[in-house]
Structures are given as C-alpha cells and as structure tokens.
C-alpha cells in the first residue's frame, strides 16, 4: 500500500500487507521462545545479520516485529524496536548508546522515573545537566565538547510544560548530537518528532498506543534523520556489518534488548496492537473531553489553577498550537487553599483514583503524594509542582457524566 494512505488506515492494515499465514488479519501471537532450522547455515546466517530471522525471542519474534512496524509507520521512522516497558525502552536507549563521561542535557520536567534512572546513570559516570527545555537557549547554555544527547518531552507530566521542540531541533542537527523525543504524552497521533528533527523517538505503548490499561510496552523509533557515521560510540562489529542508517537502532536491540532482556511479551505486543487500531478516534475524544473539562474547571471558584496546554493561559500555549494537532488528554489541576484535596478526589464516583495515564476511562492522582513523592519537596518546588497538585488523565467517556461527576465532587466539599 502506499504510504500516502492516512494515519487510520495504515495503522488498520500493516498487519495484514506483512502477509500473516492463512491470511490472518492480525499478526498472531507467536508463544515460540526460539527457532529450528534444517540446516545449521540458516542458523548461522540469522546470527550473522545475513538474512532476517528469529533465532531466540528475546531479541524479538513475529508479533513484536509487526507491532514495531506498525509504530515505524504511525512514527514515519525507519525502523523501531520494542521493549517490555517505556521505562525499558529509556533506560535501554541511553545504556545502549552512552558511555562514562558523556554528557546529556535533559529536560528538569521529565516523567518521574526517567528522572530516576537518569540519576542511576549519574552515579554510573555520565554526566548529565537538566534544564528548562520551554526555551533552546536553556540547552544552548549547557552545551558542552561531550554533549552527545538531548533528552525531552513533548508535553510534560503533570504540569504540563511544553518544550521548544522545533528550536531544539535545529541546535542538535547543527551540533550533531543525538536528539531524543519521549512522545509519550502526545502520541503519535498528535505529533511526529520527525517533523522537529528527532533522531530518536520513544513511545510508552502503555499510554495512548495501547489505549485500554490492559498491556505494558515500550518503543524506540528511528526517524533516519542521524547520521550514526558521525557517532563515536558506534561498536567495531556494528559498524562493520551494518549499513550506517541502521547502525544506532541494531545497538540498541543489542546491547539494550538483547543483553539488557527487557522483551516484549508477545501477548502484549497483540493487546498492544489492537488497541493501537483505534488511537486516533480515543484521542480524538479524549482531547475533546479534556479542553471541555479544562474550561469548566478554570472557571470553577473551587480551583485555584488549571495546567492545560489548550488554554490561552498556559505559559506555551502558541508553541503547542504550532507544534500538536490536539492539545492531549492530560491535565492537572489545584485546589483552592482550605479544600481538602483527598476529600475532593473520594467525592469522585466515575474518575478512577489510579496511576496511569492514556487508558479510556478518565483517572485521577494526587501527584506530591505517589508519582513525584520520592523527589522530595525541593525538587518537586523545582518542577513547579505544588503539594494540591491533582493529574487528570481525561478518558472517553460522554463528557456529560464527567461533568455531573466533578460538580456534584464540588457541591460535596464545599458543603
Ligand atoms: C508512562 C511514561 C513512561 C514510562 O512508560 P512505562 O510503559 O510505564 O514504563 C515514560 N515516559 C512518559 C512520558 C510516560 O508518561
């Protein structure tokens, strides 16, 4: 099929143009752990990288090969490789990639636990400087002779911060070094890093891909825009064998996948798939949901602050109109001094009180109390994340019972 199809229907029939036995419309779940062969060459041949093939599932099996090529394509990369987590995918990556004395200039509002791991790979001898990533000039500053990456969100999570993701682009493509988008939060469906000049783009298939809390996965994609030549820590064997445009992406199935092991289930991998049939129609409802509920609760007495990049207040709102085709599903929100922020939360009957984000049923966290605990109030002051703070993961439910959930949470506390 050509690739001018839109973004639907691609997605609808990848599985099915990779020609699955019997006709199958969906790649099936291949159990296999690993692959026989009549004759030993062939076996050898797969080792070598000579032909494609499956020689022990850990480093990947047919159901993970076509969830990744399905990801390539929502991506419009050049190759993708799936891990058993986005935090698998990360953390894979910078391992994969890196070496003690490299520096990393980071965004300072990432996800928690990439935040975490990055301080794991401190510890470990790289060197890495986080900054505001709203302005480039920020990630100029840090700039420095080992600078080898650049580590963003498209929106951040929960205050929602937006980065300057064109801007950044362009430093990293006239420095050379190694640009790394986490397009988690946006999607795919919402935006493609390609466009800002990423080389590498990371997915949570948890989140908005897989869409329906019911299956973990990671992805990394390589948009083909590096030119891993330039790239010094490209290991002899890889750079021997395999062609230059994919010589980042099989160090990371190697060293990240392979010897890292955080694999893909295949059974996941399907949950995974399925659920990405429909991205587009959830997202286009959720984010609707989302700027409604925006709206009411920035006009709400009870709420002190809304963080949505959809509203004209928020710090990058143009930089979001310009960059994302939506303005997302996520959102936090502060209460007013005096309302007690559980007692809000348990007056809530349909929003879930739970941890993820991206699922179709609208979720609620208080965030300084779990997912930012750990920091600690300095770095979660830093982060601009206040002790009220309340992350709204917007599902697709009809709005209309989102919107008799939250007034009659507010009628109850203000009693
Ligand atoms: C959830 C999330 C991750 C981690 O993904 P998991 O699949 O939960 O490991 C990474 N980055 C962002 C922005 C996320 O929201």
């Not at 809304?306 to 996520?330: C, I, M, N, T, W």
Request: with cysteine; glycine share 8%.
């Amino acid at each position: 099929m050509s690739d001018k199809k839109g973004f639907t229907t691609t997605i609808l029939h990848s599985d099915r143009l990779l020609k699955p036995e019997f006709g199958a419309l969906h790649q099936p779940v291949h159990n296999a752990v690993t692959w026989g062969y009549d004759d030993v060459q062939g076996l050898v041949n797969v080792f070598q990288n000579k032909t494609k093939g499956y020689a022990y599932s850990r480093q990947g099996n047919p159901t993970t090969t076509a969830l990744e090529h399905k990801v390539t394509q929502m991506e419009q990369g050049l190759a993708s490789v799936s891990f058993s987590t986005g935090m698998a995918a990360i953390s894979s990556t910078i391992l994969a990639l890196m070496k003690a004395g490299d520096h990393i200039i980071a965004s300072s509002y990432l996800f928690g636990n990439t935040r975490s791991i990055m301080q794991t790979y401190m510890d470990l001898g790289l060197d890495i400087s986080f900054v505001d990533a709203t302005d480039v000039q920020n990630i100029k500053n840090a700039y420095q002779e080992n600078t080898k990456m650049v580590f963003v969100e498209t929106i951040a999570n929960p205050a929602t911060q937006v980065a300057d993701l064109s801007a950044i682009g362009d430093f990293c493509e006239e420095k050379k070094i190694i640009y790394v988008v986490d397009n988690t939060m946006t999607s795919p469906y919402l935006f493609r890093p390609v466009a800002v000049k990423a080389s590498l783009v990371i997915n949570s298939l948890t989140k908005y891909i897989g869409g329906h809390g019911n299956a973990l996965g990671g992805s990394v994609t390589d948009t083909g825009l590096f030119n891993w030549l330039n790239f010094p820590n490209i290991a002899p064997i890889i750079r021997e064998q395999i062609r230059p445009e994919m010589q980042g992406l099989t160090q990371i199935r190697k060293r990240g996948l392979r010897d890292g092991g955080g694999t893909l289930a295949p059974e996941a991998a399907h949950s995974i798939s399925v659920g990405s049939e429909t991205i587009a129609l959830r997202l286009e409802r959720a984010c609707s949901n989302a700027a409604k509920l925006a709206e009411f609760l920035d006009n709400h007495p009870l709420i002190s602050k809304v963080y949505y990049p959809g509203l004209k207040s928020h710090p990058q709102h143009e930089l979001a109109a310009g960059l994302f085709h939506r303005y997302g599903g996520l959102m936090s929100f502060a209460l007013v001094d005096g309302i007690d922020c559980f007692k809000f939360l348990n007056e809530l009957k349909l929003v879930i009180k739970s941890s993820n984000l991206g699922d179709t049923r609208t979720l609620a966290i208080p965030v300084a109390h779990t997912i930012f605990f750990e920091l600690g109030k300095e770095r979660r002051d830093e982060m601009g994340i206040p002790d009220s703070m309340v992350r709204l993961s917007v599902g697709i439910e009809d709005f209309d019972d989102l919107l008799e959930d939250f007034s009659a949470a507010f009628a109850a506390v203000s009693n």
